[in-house]
């Protein structure tokens, strides 16, 4: 487990910066949420969306117009967009993973131990994933308790009860990226080019996601999205969708699959 070791104990502060900043911003959302308690009621919030053109409130997630007034369900509408930095971060995490190695020269290091290419990338992946789920784990903690201080007269497990769907949704869209990180980290050799190259997947993949929502004729397209294909509120609404999570297995499978294949032919700069 040396190179799993290695490689947490390298990224431990990259985890720690992450986990700090998207904490913050789950806790200003909610707080924004309850000093703004009565714009979100279901009268007053209607008529205010209905003023914005269609478009931007496709954009915004607000074609239908939900009710926003309780904690539970703005949380989940929030984390649409913390989803987005989340699964910025775990995509880079697995961009950032063997090229790395190669563009700071320590793949001459690691390559000198008595281990396999394939254990390098299987503790390199074990690694992410632990390192992500310490992430998740954490915002999640850090939302239950933002809404229980800002609701009194909720309960602290009726919290974490109710939001524990929105957990797996940050979960789930995070290793989907971070799989296709991976492949695309084996694809080149400096971190330059794979964390732009999957800064860009992200992005795209999003983008594409939410036409799919806009435009109900291409519905299709919010499967090209871990984030789209399993939004949070309507997860927390009416539960996962099976082709969601069939896709984004399907998509995490064969990510590292390629990724293995690829790591095992690749040349190092040695």
Not at 58 to 70: K, M, Q
Not at 149 to 176: E, P, T, W, Y
Request: aromatic letters at 12%; hydrophobic letters at 60%.
């Amino acid at each position: 487990m040396t190179v799993f070791r290695l490689d947490f104990k390298r990224n431990f502060g990259g985890l720690i910066a992450a986990t700090i900043v998207i904490s913050v911003i789950a806790v200003l959302l909610m707080v924004f949420h309850k000093v703004f308690a009565g714009a979100f009621q279901p009268v007053s919030f209607e008529a205010k969306v209905n003023a914005l053109p269609s478009l931007i409130r496709g954009i915004l997630g607000l074609s239908a117009v939900p009710d926003l007034s309780g904690a539970f369900a703005f949380a989940a509408y929030a984390f649409q967009f913390v989803l987005l930095l989340a699964g910025l971060y775990a995509g880079i995490i697995g961009a950032k993973a063997l090229s790395g190695e190669e563009g700071k020269g320590s793949i001459e290091f690691l390559y000198s131990l008595p281990v396999t290419r394939g254990s390098i990338l299987r503790q390199k992946v074990a690694s992410g994933i632990v390192r992500y789920l310490i992430f998740s784990i954490v915002v999640y903690a850090v939302t239950c308790c933002a809404i229980w201080f800002l609701n009194k007269d909720m309960h602290i497990s009726g919290v974490v009860i109710q939001m524990i769907r929105v957990f797996i949704c940050i979960v789930f869209a995070g290793l989907v990226y971070m799989a296709i990180g991976y492949l695309v980290s084996a694809l080149f050799r400096s971190n330059a080019e794979s964390v732009s190259v999957m800064i860009a997947i992200v992005l795209i993949t999003y983008i594409v996601g939410m036409m799919g929502n806009i435009m109900p004729h291409l519905f299709f397209l919010r499967y090209f999205s871990p984030i789209h294909a399993e939004l949070p509120l309507t997860v927390l609404n009416k539960g996962f969708g099976f082709i969601g999570l069939v896709i984004g297995l399907a998509v995490f499978i064969a990510a590292l699959l390629l990724a293995s294949l690829r790591y095992r032919k690749k040349d190092f700069l040695v």
